[in-house]
């Protein structure tokens, strides 16, 4: 159907930035949001930004200034640029993209397996 597979996380010391990536394949006909959420441990699921296939755009107040989120329709790929990054960005980092696998159904939505951000002090 279809996968997303995500990239770029990894241990980075407080202050600094990181990229994440996702891509998008499978049986994709249009891919209406994406966005980014982030589980740390003990803690639920959130949101952290999102993206609208026209470029419209979303941020949690935590992130405002910091994380930029971005898309390439063409790659069917999004991304997340962090900066000035804190201990407490510290989680596992999904992909979501709620997907139209044809053009005469509505879009549903998957996800990534996620990959783990780690912010040192």
Request: net charge positive; proline share 2%; with cysteine.
């Amino acid at each position: 159907q279809v996968q997303l597979v995500e990239s770029g996380g990894g241990l980075v010391q407080a202050g600094g930035s990181l990229r994440l990536s996702c891509a998008a394949s499978g049986m994709i006909f249009s891919i209406n949001a994406m966005g980014w959420y982030r589980q740390a441990p003990g803690k639920q699921r959130e949101l952290v930004a999102t993206i609208a296939s026209g470029g419209n755009t979303n941020y949690a107040d935590s992130v405002k200034g910091r994380f930029t989120i971005s898309r390439d329709n063409a790659k069917n790929t999004v991304y997340l640029q962090m900066i000035s990054l804190k201990p407490e960005d510290t989680a596992v980092y999904y992909c979501n993209a709620d997907v139209r696998t044809r053009w005469y159904t509505n879009g549903m939505d998957y996800w990534g397996k996620g990959t783990l951000v780690t912010v040192s002090s």
